[in-house]
């Protein structure tokens, strides 16, 4: 009997570091899946900003050659 309980335990304690390893492996994917999700957005978040960066910076050209036009035209006139 000494021996099936201690064969027994052995497998359980197989089994829970089994377990555990699984847990702690699934914890550990999460946090790189959820580190991966934050990089994505971040650089979602960089490339936006530049888009605006730069579409800020063609309505200021846009704004400067109409003035320069009505400048140009004044003077003409």
């Known amino acids: 009997m000494d021996e099936t309980k201690a064969g027994t335990s052995r497998v359980e304690k197989r089994q829970s570091l089994t377990f555990n390893w699984e847990i702690s492996n699934g914890r550990f994917l999460r946090r790189a ?19 605006e ?4 910076e063609e309505e200021e050209e846009e704004e400067e050659e109409e003035e320069n036009n009505n400048n140009n035209n004044r003077n003409k006139n």
Not at 53 to 56: G, L, Q, R, T
């Open 53 to 56: 960066e730069e579409e800020e």
């Open 33 to 51: 899946e959820t580190r991966e999700e934050e990089e994505e957005e971040e650089e979602e978040e960089e490339e936006e900003e530049e888009e």
